[in-house]
């Protein structure tokens, strides 16, 4: 079993930035796989935002291309998001996902809120 835990949200305006994190804890020892953010916004399905394997290589949903940038500590089993140039459609619930062992974990997700 593996718990996530999101944090980082919160109300930015537009063209600003935010970093999120999110931190795997297990009662044993992990080596988490894959990591990734996706995001919900209201009435919308959720959506992939980015990936990052445990060799670190990446993949992004193309709106956000340029913008975002995900890594990890793989030591911490910490993974992060840095976002920048911010827009008002960017405005979701942001879920942290993990794998281990061919399972996904979820994280309750943080709010992320552009808005002037």
């Known amino acids: 079993q593996v718990q996530l835990v999101e944090s980082g949200g919160g109300l930015v305006q537009p063209g600003g930035s935010l970093r999120l994190s999110c931190a795997a804890s297990?009662?044993?020892?992990?080596?988490?796989?894959?990591m990734g953010w996706y995001r919900q916004a209201p009435g919308k399905q959720r959506e992939l935002v980015a990936t990052?394997?445990?060799?670190?290589?990446?993949n992004y949903a193309d709106s956000v291309k340029g913008r975002f940038t995900i890594s990890r500590d793989n030591a911490k089993n910490t993974v992060f998001l840095q976002m920048s140039s911010l827009k008002p459609e960017d405005t979701a619930v942001y879920y942290c996902?993990?794998?281990?062992?061919?399972?996904?974990?979820w994280g309750k997700g943080t709010l992320v809120t552009v808005s002037s």
């Open positions: 297990s009662s044993i020892r992990v080596s988490i796989d894959t």
């Open positions: 996902r993990a794998t281990y062992n061919v399972m996904h974990y």
């Open positions: 990052i394997t445990s060799g670190g290589s990446t």
